[in-house]
């Protein structure tokens, strides 16, 4: 009676197809004979040895991974590196596992025989791919391919079926696969650098809590009248003339080239402009003529304010002038032929500028000032006038700065711009704002100093710009200042031909508001630099981290997966094996052995076909073409190589001995 159905599974089998003699074999452990040589135990040590250094492999990656690299690794006495370190490991896991496919092999060449007649020949073909890569191709070319069956399609039942053996082809697929384990276990092991955070104050940075006019305030009075030192009129002139150039903040001070530096505040000056057109009106007045004798003509202008207006009729292209009104003679005296401006100012006193249109949320503005340009080269349209406000104000202002590489790069975030507003009869009272989220800090202006700003700008920015026809000119500036910002609104330059289609989207007003972003940083960086260049209080340097470039190690997890899959489904595949052979007709476990194939095989068969030892072609001919298949031989108790004599409609079984 054949074995029970699965006893394979519980305890180990042997053959009883042979009784061993007494020799130095009987001598050894029955344990050993029964575990090692008649079952699986070997298998299964090398299962769980190759997972166990899967599952070791995996540890140390995810041990040394975002770590700074180690030059070596010590083991076991010896110093190795981490890519040797994988190899070795993925190496040992590889062979341990191939251990067992090599094994689960060797057995399905048994279920491929059992009870179906397949030629002799096909015993070396499974042999062959139990050694390596190309035995395994060619088992799955000669078996799979050739004779068409499906080589994942499988039967656990424990009876006798074509497919069964197919599980085979899994371990020949697992032995090809596992050439490229080690090669690409290579690829896991990655280094890149990384920035380490040094200690905080290790970089610097200056920023400003206040601005005072006692040492800000040049000694020198210009037309009777306090002025800024010559640094702050370079900042802002060199603002007003950047034109497409961008003026950087302040340089950081960074001994590694690569720090950070947390959000930081620092006083300021902010730059805001907007659109004003809407408020722009024409009106028409009566003036003299420009001939003599004329009389007087009507022409139109077009305002936004009884004293911001300009003439249509006297080809003038920009008019611009503070928004603050002028309240005393002073020699400091301006154009009223293209501003509407005949007023003059003496003194430093503040300035009244809440005839602001966009801007009447800033109490203590630096610079006010209204623009109106000519927006099209016919000035007798229906609208031949825009019209602009901008600003530059007093602000407290967040800043992040980075440096990377030696390069660096500020940005400046939300800024706070409350400054309170001081009772004009108190002269020496201070301009504050505490921001209200908590800092605590006070940051102040003199009120001298704030003045003296005002009125600077109160006669830098004003002027006109004209249409003129002269030889070699086409348009006449009063001013530099003028000239510089006329240039982002001028629609007759020669290399603007589509400019009045530029400024309908907006692009002059943006190309401003970049020449005020440059004048507001100059100024900026001149309120935050250091004491000793041009003696500002209040200055303190704000610390950050001064970073280091380490390389570390990043794992690229994907890369493992070959390994992942050879270790699945090498369990896989001894678990298919171990129950296809245990089944209600199961074989023994006999493996690559070759002792039982040559026990099975008796004197007729080598006599009849052997003959002798010949080449391994022609022993491969011979085999080819004799159908053979392994049977139960009850009597003997046995299981025999036969072979069906007659033709295939079902003669009896005959062993063959």
Same mark, same amino acid.
Request: glycine letters at 6%; a negative charge.
């Given at each position: ?464 710009? +004209? &249409? #003129?026809?002269?030889? %070699?000119?086409? !348009? =006449? *500036?009063?001013?530099?200042? /003028? ?93 298919? +094996? &171990? #129950?296809?052979?245990? %089944?209600?007709? !199961? =074989? *023994?476990?006999?493996?690559? /052995? ?64």
């Amino acid at each position: 009676m054949a074995p029970s159905m699965f006893e394979g599974l519980l305890k180990p089998t042997h053959s009883v197809s042979m009784t061993r003699p007494k020799s130095r074999r009987s001598r050894l452990s029955s344990t050993y004979a029964k575990y090692v040589t008649d079952w699986w135990l070997l298998e299964i040590l090398s299962i769980a040895l190759g997972i166990a250094i899967f599952v070791a492999l995996c540890s140390v990656l995810r041990h040394y991974d975002g770590k700074p690299v180690r030059p070596t690794i010590s083991i076991l006495g010896g110093n190795i590196t981490l890519n040797t370190l994988v190899s070795i490991l993925s190496t040992i896991s590889k062979a341990a596992l191939l251990f067992t496919v090599s094994g689960c092999i060797s057995q399905s060449k048994w279920s491929w025989y059992l009870n179906q007649q397949k030629p002799l020949g096909e015993l070396s073909v499974f042999d062959e791919a139990s050694r390596g890569a190309w035995g395994a191709l060619q088992l799955i070319v000669k078996i799979n391919i050739r004779c068409g069956t499906d080589p994942i399609a499988f039967n656990f039942s424990g009876s006798a079926d074509p497919n069964d053996s197919q599980i085979a082809s899994v371990g020949a697929l697992l032995i090809i696969g596992g050439l490229a384990v080690v090669p690409l276990s290579q690829q896991l092991v990655h280094y890149i650098p990384q920035d380490v955070p040094g200690n905080l104050g290790s970089a610097t940075i200056p920023a400003a809590l206040t601005w005072t006019g006692s040492t800000q305030d040049s000694s020198v009075l210009v037309g009777g009248v306090p002025t800024p030192p010559l640094p702050m009129k370079g900042a802002i002139q060199n603002g007003l003339f950047s034109q497409n150039s961008l003026i950087p903040d302040l340089t950081p001070k960074c001994s590694t080239g690569n720090c950070t530096w947390p959000s930081y505040r620092s006083l300021a000056i902010c730059a805001r402009s907007a659109n004003v057109t809407s408020h722009l009106k024409m009106r028409e007045v009566s003036v003299e003529g420009p001939h003599p004798g004329q009389g007087e003509v009507t022409e139109q202008q077009w305002y936004l304010s009884q004293s911001h207006w300009i003439r249509s009729s006297a080809n003038i292209l920009l008019g611009m002038r503070s928004v603050a009104p002028i309240t005393s003679t002073s020699s400091y005296s301006t154009s009223s032929d293209s501003t509407g401006s005949n007023q003059d100012q003496s003194e430093a006193d503040s300035l009244d500028f809440s005839n602001s249109i966009a801007f009447k949320d800033s109490a203590l503005p630096v610079a006010d000032v209204f623009m109106i340009y000519a927006n099209d080269r016919d000035f007798s349209s229906s609208n031949p006038f825009s019209a602009t406000e901008f600003i530059l104000e007093w602000c407290v202002q967040n800043f992040t700065t980075n440096v990377v590489n030696g390069t660096f790069t500020t940005q400046r975030q939300e800024s706070f711009r409350d400054f309170s507003k001081p009772d004009p009869t108190e002269r020496t009272a201070l301009l504050t704002a505490t921001p209200n989220d908590g800092d605590g800090r006070t940051y102040t202006v003199d009120p001298g100093t704030h003045d003296s700003l005002q009125t600077y700008f109160l006669n830098l920015i004003q002027g006109n710009v +004209t &249409l #003129i026809n002269l030889p %070699g000119a086409s !348009k =006449s *500036a009063s001013n530099d200042v /003028s000239e510089a910002l006329f240039q982002p609104f001028d629609i007759f330059g020669q290399k603007n031909n589509e400019m009045d289609r530029v400024l309908g989207r907006g692009a002059g007003i943006s190309s401003l508001q970049r020449i005020l972003d440059n004048t507001a940083t100059g100024m900026t960086n001149m309120i935050r630099l250091d004491d000793n260049i041009i003696n500002s209080t209040a200055s303190e340097p704000v610390p950050g981290f001064a970073n280091t470039t380490q390389i570390v190690v990043q794992v690229q997890w994907s890369w493992i997966a070959a390994l992942s899959i050879l270790v699945a489904g090498t369990a896989f595949f001894f678990l298919a +094996t &171990l #129950i296809a052979s245990s %089944g209600r007709q !199961k =074989s *023994a476990v006999w493996k690559s /052995s070759t002792l039982p194939l040559l026990k099975a095989l008796d004197r007729e068969l080598h006599t009849d076909g052997f003959s002798g030892m010949r080449t391994v072609s022609a022993t491969e001919d011979w085999a080819q073409d004799l159908p053979v298949l392994l049977s139960w031989d009850a009597d003997a108790e046995s299981w025999k190589l036969v072979r069906r004599h007659g033709d295939d409609d079902g003669d009896e079984l005959r062993p063959l001995k």
